[in-house]
């Protein structure tokens, strides 16, 4: 199984309207270090709560911005 890698493409925002949103962009949580897509097929989360995505209200919330990553998938 291939290994996905991913280029860290912003951190520091301060707001969730600052995050951008596309097939290939996925969120990172420092806390727990999970990894949830900008773009889920149903509303999903990281494991410990800092990252929650509302797929029916099209909203991201972030619990601690310091510790939220945007990150790319980089072609295979």
Known sequence: M???KYDVISVG???T???PIDKDI???CKMCD???PS???KSTGCKCGNIEIDKEMH???VGDYEKFIVLKKTPQ
């Open 2 to 4: 291939k290994e996905i």
């Open 13 to 15: 925002i301060c707001d």
């Open 17 to 19: 309207s600052e995050a």
């Open 26 to 28: 996925f969120y990172k």
């Open 34 to 36: 999970e990894i949830v």
């Open 39 to 41: 773009m889920p097929k």
């Open 59 to 61: 909203r991201l919330w």
